[in-house]
């Protein structure tokens, strides 16, 4: 593993990835391909744009020839996909372009892959393809069904690599992360969402009781958990990578509002998301056997997320102005006057 092609690098956890893996890894080179779509932003790429061993191409994963070009010019030996749509109410307003990069980008990024013999290729998915579980934790060999749009693209997604490895015998293997959170996430998901609306003074949209529940895992302790995966899982299987840490939304609100000194008052409950997920919980067992743990603490990394959400205004400020108010509007312009 020496050239890697991280798709969707400028998203989230992709560009803390690309960060984690420069950090640790001194001989890497690294291409971040993304299609910068609304929640791919080069400001995320901004604190190792100078870095030697980094470059970036914008392309698109269901562009065969975009693909095909990245692999070649760079001699790509290992991809690890990030690229995808990843909101889930997005993915209710409109889930065309889910089935373009989740279903489409994934074959596509799969079959270059094979033409391209590339050693290694890792999908990113998510603990949501399982759907809800009322209690116990989900392993890898369970069912899955998932339940919106955004879970159904991402569950094909891992089958599809699964079925490259069992017919093409191709190295691939799929993560199954829970809800993260951290620095540079988008903020349309609820934290970064709740966080800088508390910020302004806005109201905190709570969909249905507050009483969902979901296992909140800390960016570093995701990115660690998939390169433990990388370099140890076994070829044609998935992995879990949970926080162990599940909270129900209502609560988490509350920590969120103490750590920023603001009045309950802020929180709004609104008209629930159809088909809303009511828990997620994931069985770690098998990625903890390859040597890999979730570190970081709850209230700690609530209050790095926090801490650099307050120092980082310029960040999200300047997302909030674009695009976002249409989908804000969208969203919870309804919800928000009822
Ligand atoms: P994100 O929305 O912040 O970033 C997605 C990135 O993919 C963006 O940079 C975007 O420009 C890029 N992209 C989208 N379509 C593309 C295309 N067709 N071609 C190339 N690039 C494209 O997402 P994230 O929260 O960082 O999630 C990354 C991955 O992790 C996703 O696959 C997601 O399903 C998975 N995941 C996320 C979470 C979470 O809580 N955020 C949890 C588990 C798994
Ligand atoms: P989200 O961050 O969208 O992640 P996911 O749906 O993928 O788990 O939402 C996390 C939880 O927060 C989920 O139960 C839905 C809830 N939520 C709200 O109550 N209000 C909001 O405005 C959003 C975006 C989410």
Redesign the pocket.
Known sequence: MKNLLICGGAGFIGSNFVRYMLDKYPDIQIVVYDKLTYAGNPDNLEPFSQDSRYKFLQGDIAEHGSVARALEFNRIDTIVNFAAET???RSILDPDAFVHTNVMGVYVLLEESRKHGIERFLQVSTD?VYGSIPEGAFEEGDPIEPNSPYAASKASGDLMARAYHVTYGMHTIVTRGS?TFGPYQYP????P?FITNALEDQPL???GD?K?V?DWLYVDDHCAGIDAVLQNGRPGEAYNIGGENEQH?IDVVHMLLRLLDKPASLIRPVED?PG??RR?ALDNSKSRRLGWKPEVGFDEALERTVSWYKSNEWWWRKIKSGEYQQYYEAQ?GKRLKG
């Open positions: 909101h889930v109410d949501e809800n349309e998901k609820v934290l969402l949209p709570l969909y507050g969902q979901r939304n998301r809303h997920d997620y919870y």
